[in-house]
């Protein structure tokens, strides 16, 4: 049975050197320890070699309850026994990953507002966003809003995890506009404090 991100998921940062992975681990360890149980990893400077470990070291913090997913590199995916694989525009399609993967394992696709819907309908979960203003897509994907989030997901054939801007205190809002979930960057393993990042973020989504 294919296993969906669970309602808070942690996305490492994105721009990891090799020096840094210690440094990642630690974090990632610590938010582990105060509640998150879902982690993505998405390190394309990264080496396969190193993805693989981290990946190893990941699942290994998360236990068998946790839910890791690799991003774009299907057989580190495998590799690593991870839940899910996300995909996106310049990946595999999800028809030709899911052909290669293993049935247990799901399928998520980063979508945008707008985008034609037939990967989402091969995929098994979607990452929707930029939902607010972030840096990461400044001047490239204009954000959502609520309203855009809700209008993109009554149009979506697969449970939506919101990302881009998401804080503790936006991610209830984003859940009433009818996400499954979030999807979290520097808020969460991003920052100094996580375990304090973690804690927060659960405690507005428990409500």
């Known amino acids: 049975m294919r296993r969906l991100p669970p309602r808070l998921l942690a996305l490492s940062p994105g721009d990891l050197a090799p ?3 210690e440094r990642f681990l630690v974090r990632a360890a610590r938010a582990i320890a105060a509640g998150l149980s879902g982690v993505l990893l998405r390190e394309p400077a990264l ?8 990946a190893l070291a990941l699942r290994a ?3 068998p309850g946790g839910w890791l997913a690799v991003h774009d590199r299907v ?6 026994g991870a839940d899910a694989v996300q995909l996106g525009f310049r990946s595999l399609t999800p028809a030709d990953a899911r052909a290669v993967l293993p049935e247990h394992v799901a399928i998520g696709f980063s979508a945008h507002a707008d985008d034609p819907i037939e990967p989402w309908c091969a995929s098994d ?10 840096p990461s897509k400044a001047g490239v994907k204009a954000p959502l809003g609520l309203d855009g989030l809700a209008r993109e997901v009554a149009r979506a054939p ?4 919101a990302l881009g ?3 503790a205190e936006r991610a209830r809002a984003v859940i009433d506009a009818g996400a499954t979930g979030v999807a979290v960057r520097g808020a969460l393993l991003g920052g100094d404090n996580p375990v304090m990042a973690v804690q927060s973020f659960l ?3 428990s409500l």
Do not use: K
């Open 47 to 54: 080496s396969d070699r190193v993805v693989l470990e981290l």
């Open 61 to 63: 913090r998360l236990g």
């Open 158 to 161: 697969r449970p939506v995890w």
């Open 19 to 21: 020096a840094d992975v």
């Open 125 to 134: 979960f979607l990452l929707l966003g930029p939902v607010f203003d972030t």
């Open 75 to 80: 057989h580190l995916a495998v590799a690593a």
């Open 203 to 205: 405690a507005t989504l």
């Open 165 to 167: 801007g998401i804080t």
